[in-house]
């Protein structure tokens, strides 16, 4: 049973290019959860999405973020004009469940973007 | 707002010793605390969690115990290996995870 998938593993942009992060969760889960650790800084929580549905983007930054995680398919962290900035490690992870209470999540070995 | 703080923020410990990594949160209203080790460059991997109910939970060398009306946790590390050189993270989960910013640990032989 494949854990949390992540791709590209590493990935460098110039200023201006859009990024795109895939996050493929463990099997039979149906939450996915984006967070971003800026270089000596603490994880943080962006995202939290359900099958075709976002549930909570309160983390997300107003502009130039986006995420999805379609029907069929990986989930989809999408970064447009990317800037130095934005330059950090973005870790994914799944649950089984979600909704009020905890369920345990599971973290993929996250995509490093380096923003030239 | 919930803030998590972990101290020390770096240790370097000779191998064999016992060692005391502090977690310390400002809301007590959370379901659950779960601490994490991460590798450099890579992912997290799952320590402990400890539900809210719980006093403390202990997975072989590793034991991890919770106060939540004083808004504290505390991993121990028995007899420390150099394998276990890492950052250790805690984080608390009231409607999200919330992070600490860790503890790296050096383990020398």
Redesign the interface.
Known sequence: NAGVMQNPRHLVRRRGQEARLRCSPMKGHSHVYWYRQLPEEGLKFMVYLQKENIIDESGMPKERFSAEFPKEGPSILRIQQVVRGDSAAYFCASSSTGGGGYNEQFFGPGTRLTVL | KQE?TQIPAALSVPEGENLVLNCSFTDSAI??L?W?RQDP??????LL?IQSSQREQTSGRLNASLDKSSGRSTLYIAASQPGDSATY?C?V?P????????TRLQVFP
Request: proline share 0%.
């Open positions: 998590v379901y659950n779960q994490f460059g890579k992912g997290l991997t799952s969690l993270l984080a989960f409607d999200k995870l919330i992070f600490g910013t860790g």
